[in-house]
């Protein structure tokens, strides 16, 4: 995926069954998830795009993307942020992550919310900022979005 994607060709990658994980790229608990699930991953399911990127611009508003707290999945079935995107994100990964997705999923959204809201406020101080946003190895490269 070198070439900056358009609407259509994003369209295009959903329907053929591919999620969209948009992250903050200097976050290093954003990075570290976003290595978790290149690691289980096999079948290549997942895209990535940071928050900061072209592919952000067409697809998440202005105001969502100055915020940079929210993780947003964008699926063929809809967009999903914070803590459905991760239930959405457990779900589609091998072995006992759906199990862990479906029990997140019983906790009531404003609780689960709550609980990711928490961690988004701390996160930088906890996990640390990156001066720039992650890069993918050259394996890796056919799984990011610019």
Known sequence: M???????????????????????????????????????????????????????????SEAERQRLDTLVLQTASGVYRRSAAVVRIAWGLPGAWP???????????PLRDLGYRIVSRYRLSWFGQKETCRLPTPEEREQFLP
Do not use: M, Y
């Open 99 to 109: 199990v862990l997705g479906w029990l997140l999923w019983f906790v009531p959204l």
């Open 2 to 60: 070198s070439a900056a994607p358009d609407r259509t060709s994003i369209d295009q990658l959903t329907a053929q069954g591919k999620s969209i994980v948009f992250f903050d790229g200097v976050c290093g608990l954003c990075n570290t998830t976003v290595d978790f699930i290149l690691q289980r991953d096999h079948d290549h399911r997942f895209l990535f795009a940071p928050l900061q990127g072209e592919t952000a611009r067409l697809e998440i």
